[in-house]
T-cell receptor, first 116, second 109 residues
Framework: GAGVSQSPRYKVAKRGQDVALRCDPI?????LFWYQQALGQGPEFLTY????????KSGLPSDRFFAERPEGSVSTLKIQRTQQEDSAVYLC??????????????FGPGTRLTVT | KNEVEQSPQNLTAQEGEFITINCSYS?????LHWLQQHPGGGIVSLFM???GKKKHGRLIATINIQEKHSSLHITASHPRDSAVYIC???????????FGTGTRLKVLA
């Protein structure tokens, strides 16, 4: 595909359920970012991958959040034992960025997670 | 105090007006991005700046590193420009981006 895709686009989970959110970055993009966007707020950084290496996970809000990118392409963000405060849009972005240089980020459409 | 502040938070303009959205930051940065987010839609990167000025169509972005300030200008605004505009900065030596809370722009026909 031409852009970053995410699935599912919408997810409703009961409190306590585990969820897995998928991101397919643009082919060949080295860098992949996950962000969390609460309603009416700007995105907040969660974690960063360079190829398969998770180089920064400082934004993950708790140990219930886990992200992986095992082959350096598709990434999955997993949230265990979901809580209501996890309700947000989860955005994925990819870029050609390497070695600390800044490149344009391409964002996916996001997954809207609602925890009931 | 947020590390990235945007003003105004909300802006309503008439079609054709010149629009300025401001972004101030309190940390050292290696790059600043301006992003556009339509209601219910994804985020599109408009500009990436580390110095000076960039222009794309009716959009102009400037940055003053010494004053830790950037502006996004829209000339001859149009209703299709209605969106949330977000400023994001990257700290040197990190991969983390810090986002402003956005400026919600509505352009009336």
């Amino acid at each position: 595909g031409a852009g970053v895709s995410q699935s599912p686009r919408y997810k409703v989970a009961k409190r306590g359920q585990d969820v897995a959110l998928r991101c397919d970055p643009i082919s060949g993009h080295v860098s992949l970012f996950w962000y969390q966007q609460a309603l009416g707020q700007g995105p907040e950084f969660l974690t960063y991958f360079q190829n398969e290496a998770q180089l920064d996970k400082s934004g993950l809000p708790s140990d219930r959040f886990f992200a992986e990118r095992p082959e350096g392409s598709v990434s999955t963000l997993k949230i265990q034992r979901t809580q209501q405060e996890d309700s947000a849009v989860y955005l994925c972005a990819s870029s050609l960025e390497v070695a600390g240089a800044s490149y344009e980020q391409y964002f996916g459409p996001g997954t809207r997670l609602t925890v009931t | 105090k947020n590390e990235v502040e945007q003003s105004p938070q909300n802006l309503t303009a008439q079609e054709g007006e010149f629009i300025t959205i401001n972004c101030s930051y309190s940390v050292g940065i290696s790059a600043l991005h301006w992003l556009q987010q339509h209601p219910g839609g994804g985020i599109v990167s408009l500009f990436m700046l580390s110095s000076g000025k960039k222009k794309h169509g009716r959009l102009i972005a400037t940055i003053n590193i010494q004053e830790k300030h950037s502006s996004l200008h829209i000339t001859a605004s149009h209703p299709r420009d209605s969106a949330v505009y977000i400023c994001a900065v990257r700290r040197p030596g990190t991969y983390k981006y810090i986002f402003g809370t956005g400026t919600r722009l509505k352009v009336l026909a």
